[in-house]
């Protein structure tokens, strides 16, 4: 139990010994940055922070968001902070912020004028806490993305569907093709993610947060979400035959045409990427599942913890300028599939995907994820909720409403 | 004994006492300290980090009112009652075939006790890729011709935990084997021919002489599965990760998950407490029997 993070986390430390000389100041950075297409993305940050004399350590922990952040709080509250590490920005590093473990960036964000240069606004919120700012956003994700293989679709002599409902259509002939429909992988936080989705593209932007923002009980038992819970009973089925359990595998299924599609984040394009397709041609996106084209404002953030060391802490701001700075944010960003945060640079190397994002991002069709508006807990249980859902057919989506229900109203 | 004596009782074997005194402080700090300080926090809305804001019953109420804890406490219930059962009749039946003068015993010896070194890690990745329905027992079965052959524990939610469980057993067994084997050698010979000169059938003798006599050796087998059991964590996160679904969760992985992924610490102390009460339901009144039944004695 916590013996199990003590080891993961001594592993993690031991692992970093070995890593560069110390000529410069070293900073380590923790992130779960590890699949082909992240990994491509976090070398061009590490790079460019080299190039500013110093050193960057990294300390990528493998195993997704939910396996590092336990290793990584630890860390700090177990008086072991690392240089800068990883969050998605919101609620997660609430109470360390709280607690007085990170360092209050606000001075440096007055000086470099991140207010003004930080697009959307609302990014920035999630790193601001009684009015001062812990973290530096470093891009936009999004999770409501449908990955649609063309191929597949080829091969199953349907047409490539343009919104949710067609595709729900062209299930039973990708099927009949020996193709997966919906490709699903078995970690807990991806059927979730993906209800989560369903409920902002079928249920509408309102009804996402009147649930999530609200927390309104009574509605999330009504009969609008009820419709969101059969849109998720159909993915159930057209999911039953995924037999993987990470997300880049369950997106490989889609690259390689055994799977028709996947709803999952856009850092799924990183991987269309590492394997040489192009968007349009190889496969499609649809942003919104066609159906509500709007972009969550999630993403990744770096924060800092306090430290000590003024070494290291010059180094720090040195980190915070170098991941804000627009030649960074493209070259990270065009790897990572991922929007940038800055409204003022040009992205013309984009693909089309990214372009469809970044229009939507400026027609201002914006709204928040549930890593701002939920607690961990409430997350957790959610992933727990949804996992069963997914796994289980002979659940009921009547029960399975009810008991979403009881957990919006202890929501917190 | 004359009374100026008796003062020195505390100071006999001085060296022993105080060479014991670090394990003591690290068994009343570590262990008791660390269990009451859980315990005590079980009672608070502790989030991320510990804090003195108590809520009375909540976490518990709301605990046994969670699906998940419920499909974990069943799920160790059969995980533990089998396993406690097949260990111990596996065990003693390699032990007592590898006891009947063998040729190669020290082979057959070596082969079931290997799996015990390597960790729970380990075997559940090697299991999970044996049950694997493609690559697996199921894929090679099929391979051969029996087209129809059905064998996909981990991705059945009814039987997943029967999975686990031959892991679990398959590394297991080979100390519980030594354990016996151990037992079984210590049995004098003489008690034996003694049988023999009765005209006791062999099975007979087994289960009212020799098992009896074995009593010791079952206490410490019993113990040893007993708390690998509770624990069971790490082949459960190598096999399935609790999947599908939530079908193979166990009272551990909802501590860890809880304290550590939904940064709620009250929750996770609340339910290593309902664990730490289950060991001590157990284990109370079985060392007041064995205890405090041999002082009267």
Same mark, same amino acid.
């Given at each position: ?94 109470? +360390?912020?709280? *607690?007085?473990?990170?360092? !209050? ?5 007055? $000086? =470099? /004028?991140? @207010? #003004? ?80 989705? +369903?409920?902002? *593209?079928?249920?509408?932007? !309102? ?5 999530? $923002? =609200? /927390?309104? @009980? #009574? ?194 | ?297």
């Amino acid at each position: 139990m916590r013996y199990q993070v003590m080891t993961a986390a001594l592993a993690v430390t031991t692992a970093l010994q070995f890593a560069g000389p110390a000529a410069a100041t070293d900073l380590e950075v923790t992130h779960w940055w590890t699949s082909g297409g992240e990994a491509a993305a976090v070398a061009e940050f590490a790079k460019a922070f080299d190039a500013t004399g110093n050193h960057w350590v990294d300390g990528a922990i493998a195993g997704s968001g939910g396996t590092a952040r336990p290793i990584m709080i630890s860390r700090i509250t177990g008086g072991d902070p690392m240089g800068a590490t990883q969050f998605n920005h919101g609620r997660q590093a609430e109470e +360390l912020v709280q *607690a007085g473990l990170m360092r !209050d960036l606000t001075d440096l964000a007055t $000086r =470099d /004028k991140w @207010a #003004e240069i930080v697009q959307p606004k609302s990014l920035l919120d999630g790193c601001t806490l009684d009015g001062k700012i812990y973290c530096v956003p470093v891009n936009i994700h999004s999770w409501q993305w449908l990955w649609l293989s063309n191929a597949a679709f080829e091969k199953a002599g349907v047409p490539v569907p343009k919104n949710w409902n067609e595709y729900v259509a062209a299930a039973p002939a990708l099927e009949k093709a020996g193709i997966i429909p919906l490709a699903l992988g078995g970690q807990p936080w991806q059927s979730s993610g993906a209800f989560d989705v +369903l409920l902002t *593209a079928v249920g509408g932007t !309102d009804t996402f947060l009147k649930v999530y $923002r =609200d /927390k309104d @009980a #009574e509605f999330a038992a009504g009969p609008e979400v009820a419709k969101v819970f059969k849109a998720a009973d159909d993915a159930r089925k057209m999911a039953k035959n995924t037999n993987v359990q990470d997300w880049n595998q369950a997106t490989n299924l889609v690259i390689s045409a055994k799977a028709g599609g996947q709803i999952m984040g856009d850092w799924a394009q990183g991987e269309f990427q590492v394997a040489g397709q192009t968007a349009g041609k190889d496969y499609t996106c649809l942003p919104g599942l066609g159906l509500n084209e709007v972009i969550a404002t999630g993403g990744d953030a770096f924060y800092f913890p306090l430290l000590q060391d003024a070494e290291k802490s010059k180094a720090q701001e040195a980190l915070a300028e170098t991941l804000l700075d627009p030649k960074t944010q493209v070259a990270f960003n065009l790897k990572k599939g991922s929007l940038p945060v800055r409204g003022d640079i040009d992205l013309k190397a984009a693909n089309d995907c990214m372009k469809k994002g970044l229009d939507i991002l400026a027609k201002g069709s914006v709204m928040p994820w549930t890593d701002q508006l939920l607690s961990q807990d409430t997350q957790k249980q959610k992933e727990d909720l949804f996992s069963e859902f997914f796994a289980k057919p002979d659940m009921t989506v009547e029960e399975a409403q009810k008991r979403f229900a009881d957990i919006v109203a202890s929501a917190d | 004994m004359s009374k100026s004596e008796r003062p020195n009782q505390l100071f006999r074997n001085l060296n022993a006492k105080v060479a014991s005194i670090p394990m003591v402080l690290t068994a009343l700090v570590i262990f008791v300290g660390g269990s009451a300080w859980t315990v005590l926090y079980s009672f608070t809305n502790s989030k991320l980090l510990p804090r003195l804001n108590f809520v009375g019953l909540d976490q518990y109420y709301r605990l046994w009112s969670t699906p998940r804890w419920l499909v974990s406490i069943e799920n160790l219930l059969v995980y533990g009652v089998l396993s406690l059962v097949f260990s111990l009749v596996i065990g003693f039946l390699l032990a007592a075939l590898l006891d009947q003068k063998i040729r190669f015993e020290d082979t057959f010896r070596t082969i079931f006790l290997y799996p015990f070194a390597l960790s729970f890690i380990v075997t559940g990745l090697v299991w999970q890729w044996l049950l694997n329905p493609e690559f697996g027992i199921q894929g090679v079965v099929r391979g051969l011709g029996w087209e129809s052959f059905n064998f996909d524990p981990l991705y059945n939610s009814d039987i997943v935990i029967y999975g686990i469980l031959i892991a679990a057993l398959w590394q297991g067994t080979g100390l519980i084997m030594c354990l016996m084997l151990a037992g079984l050698r210590g049995i004098d010979e003489d008690i034996w021919k003694a049988a023999r000169v009765d005209g006791i059938p062999t099975l007979k003798t087994y289960l009212f002489i020799i098992i009896p006599m074995m009593r010791p050796v079952f206490i410490t087998a019993l113990v040893i599965i007993a708390a690998g059991i509770v624990k069971v964590y790490d082949l459960v996160v190598a096999q399935t990760s609790g999947g599908p679904g939530i079908a193979s969760e166990v009272p551990a992985k909802y501590v860890y998950d809880y304290m550590f992924f939904a940064q709620n610490l009250g929750q996770g102390f609340a339910a290593s407490t309902m664990m730490l009460l289950s060991v001590v339901v157990v284990i109370v009144p079985w060392a007041y029997l064995e205890f405090g039944g041999k002082k009267r004695g």
